[in-house]
């Protein structure tokens, strides 16, 4: 199996995972792509969904899936999403589309996050992959030189705009053992809208696309 069938692998075992009449929770990226692709299976005995960005909304929408406002939904059972980076107490970080923030929203709605990745994604420790925050654009600087102060090599994501209309400062450089210290240090910031660690809001379940088929880990 390539990369792309382990994702797609991944993907469309999390459709078991979702419980009858629910409108479920729908992220963003290629991963979360595969499973709004296989919806229309389940079509059938599912409400909706609500999506963590405005291309998967449009996604879905092309396959006759109604999207909800999340202010008009009560309870999300389930919400399948990808992750840039996950490890084995199944904290992520994400944010390498740049929905970030709506994904962080979402999830915290979700009873159930469920995690769709390829076995590449899995790590021991966090912070290989550049770590996304979400900043108002007038505190661009002043987030990057507090970052500075934290160990990181902050980049702006050149010629990228968020759904909220921020920009992300892609953070190199951090080696993340306390993630959600660090979640929440960098929330505190002031002009950071949110950042793309998942420690305080983890997946509950993931299921890791792998050469030998898709495992399950809690
Ligand atoms: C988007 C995300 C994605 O879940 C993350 O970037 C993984 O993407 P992919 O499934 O394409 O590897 O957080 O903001």
């Given at each position: 199996m390539n990369q792309n069938e382990m994702k797609q692998a991944a993907a469309e075992a999390a459709l078991a995972f979702v419980p009858d009449d629910c409108i479920?929770?729908?992220g963003t990226g290629s991963t979360a792509n595969y499973f709004i692709d296989a919806l229309p299976r389940i079509q059938a005995r599912i409400q909706g969904a609500v999506a963590s960005s405005e291309a998967s909304a449009?996604?879905?929408k092309k396959l006759g899936i109604p999207v909800y406002d999340l202010n008009a939904v009560d309870r999300i059972p389930v919400?399948?999403?990808?992750?840039?980076?996950?490890?084995?107490?199944?904290q992520m970080i994400k944010g390498g589309?740049?929905?970030l923030t709506r994904e962080k929203i979402v999830a915290e709605v979700a009873e159930q996050?469920?995690?769709?990745?390829?076995?590449?994604k899995l790590v021991s420790v966090?912070?290989?992959?550049?770590?996304?925050?979400?900043v108002i654009p007038m505190a661009r600087s002043l987030v990057a030189r507090k970052l500075v102060l934290l160990g990181g090599r902050p980049v702006l994501r050149e010629g990228f705009?968020?759904?909220n209309g921020n920009l992300i400062l892609?953070?190199?450089?951090?080696?993340?053992?306390?993630?959600?210290?660090l979640e929440g240090e960098i929330n505190q910031m002031v002009g950071v809208v949110t950042n793309g660690l998942f420690a305080r809001r983890r997946a509950d379940v993931l299921l890791l696309g792998t050469a030998a088929g898709v495992k399950e880990m809690r």
């Open positions: 479920v929770g729908v449009e996604r879905l919400y399948v999403d990808g992750a840039d980076e996950i490890n084995h107490y199944l589309g740049g929905a996050f469920i995690c769709v990745a390829d076995e590449s966090l912070g290989k992959f550049p770590l996304p925050v979400e705009v968020t759904d892609d953070v190199h450089g951090l080696s993340i053992a306390e993630a959600s210290k």
